[in-house]
C-alpha cells in the first residue's frame, strides 16, 4: 500500500466492554483515521458519537485540533487524552474536498446537559472492578471527597477535594440525571467552593461558584415539591444572599 495505514476506533459515547482503558481515558471524537500526506483521514466515523454529531463524514482530512497542527496519531491520541480532562467541547479544522471548515466536536455529557443545561465531562465508566452500579460508584467517591475536605486541611487541600466531588457527582449525575440529591450536593458543594474563594478574597473565582450553585438550586426548584427540598434550597440562598453581600452590599438573589 501506498500510505502506512494505522487505524484507531475511537468510542465515546459508550466503551464496549471489550475496549481498553486506554482508549476510554485517551480518546474522545468517534472516528477511524488513517494518516495520510496532509493530515488524518477519515476512513469511518461511530454513528452517533460525537464526531458524526458534529459532521464529520469519510474522507474528511483532520487538519487541526484545537489549532494545533495534526499529521501523526501518536500525536492525536496524545493531544486528544490532554484535551479530553481539561474541556468539554474540542474545535477541529477539516478538510473536505478542498475546503476548510471548521467542526465543535462536544464531549461534555448529553444527559447531565439536557436535564441541568451544565457542560460538564462525559465519565468514561467505571472501573471494571468497581462494585454496584456506575452511578452508585461515582456518587460514593463524590462524597468521600466531600469527607475528606470536612477534616480541614490547607486551602489548595480542600479547593482540591471540592473539585473532585463535583468531578465525582457529576459523573453520578450523568447515570441518574433527574437526581435531585445529587444535583443539590453538587450546588452546596459549588456554594462551599464560593465560600472558600470569598475568605481568601478571591472574589472573582467566588461569584463564579456562586453563580453554577445558585443556577443549580433554581433548576431544583422547578423539578420538585417535596418540602424538604424546598427548605434546603430557600436555606441556602439566602446564606448565598449573605455571602454576596461581603462582595457588594445589597446583593440580592431571587428563585
Request: glycine residues 8%; positive net charge; aromatic residues 10%.
Amino acid at each position: 500500500m501506498k500510505y502506512r495505514l494505522h487505524l484507531i476506533i475511537i468510542i465515546i459515547l459508550a466503551i464496549g466492554a471489550n475496549a481498553s482503558s486506554l482508549f476510554a481515558q485517551s480518546l474522545f471524537s468517534g472516528l477511524v483515521l488513517s494518516e495520510r500526506e496532509n493530515g488524518l483521514m477519515v476512513v469511518g466515523v461511530q454513528n452517533g458519537s460525537p464526531a458524526y454529531n458534529a459532521g464529520l463524514r469519510d474522507g474528511d482530512i483532520v487538519l487541526e485540533v484545537e489549532g494545533k497542527k495534526m499529521s501523526k496519531l501518536e500525536e492525536y491520541v496524545g493531544f486528544s487524552r490532554k484535551i479530553k480532562k481539561e474541556k468539554v467541547e474540542a474545535y477541529l479544522t477539516i478538510l473536505r474536498e478542498g475546503v476548510k471548515y471548521e467542526a465543535v466536536i462536544k464531549v461534555y455529557s448529553i444527559p447531565v446537559y439536557q436535564a441541568w443545561q451544565e457542560k460538564v465531562a462525559k465519565p468514561t465508566g467505571a472501573p471494571r472492578d468497581a462494585k454496584g452500579k456506575p452511578y452508585d460508584y461515582w456518587f460514593s467517591k463524590g462524597t468521600r471527597s466531600l469527607k475528606v475536605s470536612e477534616k480541614g486541611g490547607t486551602f489548595h487541600l480542600k479547593e482540591r477535594h471540592y473539585n473532585e466531588a463535583i468531578t465525582y457527582l457529576y459523573y453520578g449525575l450523568h447515570y441518574q440525571p433527574d437526581s435531585i440529591d445529587t444535583a443539590l450536593l453538587i450546588a452546596e458543594t459549588y456554594q462551599k467552593l464560593g465560600k472558600l474563594y470569598l475568605n481568601r478574597n478571591m472574589k472573582e473565582e467566588s461569584i463564579e461558584k456562586y453563580k453554577i450553585s445558585l443556577k443549580l438550586y433554581a433548576s431544583s426548584f422547578k423539578k420538585t415539591q417535596k418540602e424538604e427540598y424546598l427548605k434546603l434550597i430557600f436555606s441556602n440562598l439566602q446564606e448565598i444572599e449573605k455571602e454576596l453581600g461581603r462582595i457588594s452590599p445589597g446583593t440580592t438573589v431571587s428563585s
